[in-house]
């Protein structure tokens, strides 16, 4: 069910997306055992798709993190997000215009369990997001559950990770089993500093239907994703 996004290589009846992401996240322990955490991260995504080029998505996510045991952390964030392309105009030249950008609030508490082997490290997070769509008046839950794995190599400030995150179970759509898409990550962390690392990372987006199967009809997003991490 999980299909790896390079099975698009399989013919398709739309064309792919192709989007960049950049986000800049800031963080700041509260205490020297650093079991709380406070955060904001600020990210701006945009898409390149069918010859039109445009905002996907601006959003501001606060957040609070509690370390409560070495290996689990619990961490509550919200989404103040825009999220353009609601209005599609073809213009005189015959070119498509998107404008009109719909606000969402997003919830998302979350736990995350991590366990480091050497220079390995692995973690699962699962997260519970509820959005709100301010102008449709309509909200929508499902379940993120990623999977991680880090490694450190050694004797430089480079690291290496891979991850795939499928969301579940929207259950305004009254099924607890539907599976909507999955994401996978792999890409390259760089301490440039003490407190500040350097994330390029390639993700992809593959789309599936209501009955939890890939989708070929629907395009997928293929990203490239940079963040800046600033820890004070």
Sequence with gaps: ?????FSALKAQEREDAFMIWSTINVSK??????????????????????????????????????????????KYQMDFAAVGGSKTTVLPTGETMISGADFQWRFMPEFNMSHKVGDFSFSYRQRFQTSWKVKAGTNSTVLRSRAKIDYSIPKTPV???FAIEPYWCDFSRG?????QKARWYAGFDFKLADNITFTPEYVCQAYHNHKGRYDRRTYDDHVIYMTFTVKL
Excluded: C, D
């Design 1 to 5: 069910m999980l299909l790896f996004p």
């Design 29 to 74: 322990s509260l205490e020297k055992n650093k079991k709380w955490t406070l955060g904001v991260i600020s990210e701006y995504r945009h898409q390149m798709h069918e010859g039109v080029s445009r905002m996907n998505q601006y959003l501001v996510r606060p957040s609070v993190a509690y370390k409560v045991l070495p290996w689990l952390t619990l």
């Design 159 to 161: 690291g290496l990770h």
């Design 175 to 179: 099924s607890f089993a539907w599976f």
